[in-house]
């Protein structure tokens, strides 16, 4: 049975809930309204063959300032098989009376479109006839050349979106996550290749799927680690590191060749940019430039098991400080007991009482215990508060008939449990939880004109 908490204050719960809309909504501002409002071309590479290279490349700058670098080749074949190599996105060959633009649509049909605007009208200013080639075409499937980037949005999204989940199975330990991560990374990255085969948005070549692999373990790991130290806001960063700061930076949607300048810089920073200039790589130009995505997906993992390793280790250093450390007296908690309850973490479960004898549907006890007098008789009704380690309260609950309680949804923090029970001196103590152990927590009540018995660990 549980007691009643306090009304919580409007201000710190307007506050506590309103954080997380708010952050969409200026994110979607500034990362997606900002840089894709009016996308233009910054520093695009094009080859250019024959002597006229230097010439126009002073032209095209007076026209468009640092929209266009261009790359002096000096025989056709030489600028087409630069686009080929990913050292430029197109080539542009004037020969006599005829001038051919040689595009990628892999590299973007938006980009694509404007490099066909901007040298038709440099060919037509020069009364040279334009024609366009298409150098490396997208799959069938894929119309408008961005169909590859929402099957890479599953494997960005999925990773981070199960660590969400996963942080309300609080029976699940930290080494049974892991596993069910690789599960759920193999299962999108397999099906989410086939789903793509089967639409022919993406060739057919299985190397993807390794690279789908890795991203999903990149993020999963990433966020999970990142959770004892982020806490209450690991929903708000994660969302900002995998939503709103990689998808305008990852050139899928709108090539990253024409957004403003911090999108260009994360773009060969975040995981989802490389993934999709790993898969280009893959399905269109024969394996190359892969160093530089592989190397940068495989460093985002190595970042996220340091994290992980290094929140075993404090988890490790809490319990030895536990068990070595003094117990709160009920004076450090008393003044606490009237705050409302807050949850300590936006996606983890709301601390709350559940069935002590058995699993309720709630889920099952974190800490459980029984209350009882000397002579064992239960201890009915008796108050059992929960504290966070900076003393807020968490939970409270009372005995049942037998004396038992029993609370989840606990943080893994050090914890402070405070009963209360009419006619008996108040008693403390602390504990430890760990995600997929239920820790047990009796206490044993002393007349009021006997010194407190401070509770065994069990």
Partial sequence: MSEEDPKPKLLPTLAGNLWFPLLFFFGFIVCYMMPFHSPAPHDVKVAVSGPTAAQLGQAL???????????????????????LDRDTVAAFTPQGDTATLHVAKANGAMLEQTLTATFSGVAEQSDQHFTSHELVPTAKGDVTGTGMFYVAMVWNIVPYITVMMLLRAVTLSRRTKMVIFAGVGAFVSIVGYLAGLAMDIIPNDPLAILYAFLITQAISWVTFGLVPFVKQYIPGVAITLFVLLSIPSSGGAVPHDMVPGFFRWLHPVMPLGNLIDALHGIFYFDGKGLLRPTLVLCAWAVFGAALIGLSIVMARRKQQRLGTGAEAGPETVKETLEEPAEDPSFEAPMPHAVGAVGHSHSGAPMLAGRVTQDGGAPVVHATVVVLDSRGRQLVRTRTDREGRYAVTGLPEDFLTVLLQASGNRSMVTRLLPVAGRASTQDFVLADTNQADKLPAHN
């Fill in 61 to 83: 700058e007076k026209q468009a300032p640092g929209a266009f670098d261009i790359v002096p080749y000096e025989h056709a074949g030489d600028a087409k098989q630069a686009v």
